[in-house]
């Protein structure tokens, strides 16, 4: 702020002696001052020549032409030069109050009708930006209010405009343009921070999740690559499982929104208040589900475990459907992480093994349950099972984990 006082002040300087210098021009162009000047100097120059005009014998009443050439001299004085003391007027009269009417008129028009005050409001926006983003970045962050919303944004803006290779602020930018649905600017921000920074991980999980939002289908599938590529780290954000199962429920897919939503529990565990939430979650797939397996197009399983079955930690649960004929390679199969038993999950031709037969086309099937160790399924000494009875296509079907291999 204090540069642009100091500027301002410089230019009513600048204003001010663009006024002052016709005033001392006119001052030093008297030109009543300069024609007597002049008329002394031809009088003087005019007597010398007289002179020797006498002397060469070219004249011979000298004193007559004097006493004209003076007369001459004396009629071309003006009247008022006489006055000229008693009239003169000092050029501060006029340069003062020109002056005062200069500087009042521009700081009047400011303050009347400039931004003084929202110039003051940005610096000071700008000055908190720190803290304010600091408060977005937390967990918190959704307790912004609306002003402090509106206040971030034109402090990033400010920066960016001025430091726009900052990954970390087009980031930002881009989760208020999420948190305000505001699609154009959130993809854009994004966009920008992962093309500064294509590696760090929550620029990746910022710009699927903006991508997610668009009409676009070639914005989704791209958003869908990201996140599959985050699944593969060492560490997988629970955002990243919930934008998946957001997007599988969206697209239909119920077993596969189920199966992320199953995994987020099994991340943060029941003591979790969003365990209850993730629960409904589920509940509300099945419910979509549910009319489907009326219809006799999918096998609705309910999986419990017996008395005396150990789980391991790192054991998945594999379920697979046969033909009644107990046939060992399976029509369809699903791999499902352990939750809380009795689990849940339904099978539909979407799982289905064999290229041009699908699950649909069985009458008649059984299906087995199994609780794999080591991620091999060619394996099975050791593990827990379970099998139902032959039903019919469309029966719910209940298996119990009670064998081991």
């Not at 008693?86 to 003062?96: D, Q």
């Not at 560490?235 to 199953?262: G, H, T």
């Not at 509940?283 to 079955?309: C, F, H, N, Y």
Request: hydrophobic share 45%; glycine share 4%; with cysteine.
């Amino acid at each position: 702020m204090t540069f642009f006082w100091l500027s301002t002040l410089i230019l009513t300087f600048f204003g001010c002696v663009f006024i002052a210098l016709p005033i001392f021009k006119n001052r030093a162009n008297d030109d009543a001052a300069v024609r007597d000047e002049l008329n002394k100097a031809i009088f003087k120059n005019r007597l010398a020549e007289l002179h020797e005009e006498t002397q060469e014998g070219l004249v011979d009443s000298e004193q007559e032409l004097i006493a004209d050439l003076k007369q001459s001299l004396l009629d071309d004085i003006p009247a008022q030069s006489v006055q000229r003391n008693s009239s003169y007027v000092s050029p501060m009269v006029v340069l003062i109050p020109s002056i005062l009417l200069v500087v009042i008129l521009s700081y009047g028009f400011y303050l009347k009708f400039g931004a003084a005050s929202q110039v003051k409001q940005w610096q000071q926006v700008n000055a908190n930006l720190p803290a304010l983003s600091k408060k977005m970045m937390s967990p918190e962050g959704a307790a912004l209010s609306d002003d402090e919303m509106d206040d971030l944004t034109l402090a990033l803006r400010t920066r960016l405009h001025y430091q726009p290779q900052d990954a970390t602020g087009w980031l930002l930018l881009g989760r208020i343009g999420l948190a305000n649905r505001d699609i154009e600017t959130s993809i854009g921000s994004m966009k920008k921070a992962y093309a500064l920074d294509p590696k760090d991980a929550d620029v990746k999980l910022g710009y699927a999740q903006a991508l997610m939002l668009s009409q676009d289908e070639l914005d989704q599938n791209q958003a869908r690559e990201i996140l599959t590529a985050l699944v593969q780290q060492d560490y997988v954000d629970l955002r990243v499982f919930s934008l998946l199962a957001f997007d599988a429920f969206e697209r239909q897919d119920y077993p596969a929104a189920m199966k992320y939503w199953r995994l987020m529990q099994q991340m943060i565990g029941p003591e979790d208040s969003r365990y209850e939430m993730l629960s409904r979650s589920i509940e509300r797939a099945q419910s979509k589900m549910q009319p489907k397996a009326i219809d006799g197009k999918m096998v609705p399983v309910t999986i419990s475990l017996g008395a005396g079955v150990t789980l391991e930690q790192n054991a998945v649960l594999i379920v697979s459907v046969h033909s009644s004929d107990g046939a060992p390679m399976p029509v369809a199969a699903a791999r499902y992480p352990l939750t809380q038993f009795p689990i849940k999950v339904v099978l539909d031709d979407s799982n289905s093994m064999v290229q041009g037969r699908k699950l649909s086309d069985l009458a008649q099937l059984i299906v087995r349950v199994r609780l794999d160790t080591d991620g091999n399924v060619s394996t099975k000494q050791g593990d827990w099972f379970g099998e139902s009875a032959a039903m019919s296509l469309g029966q719910p079907v209940e298996v119990v984990i009670n064998k081991q291999y």
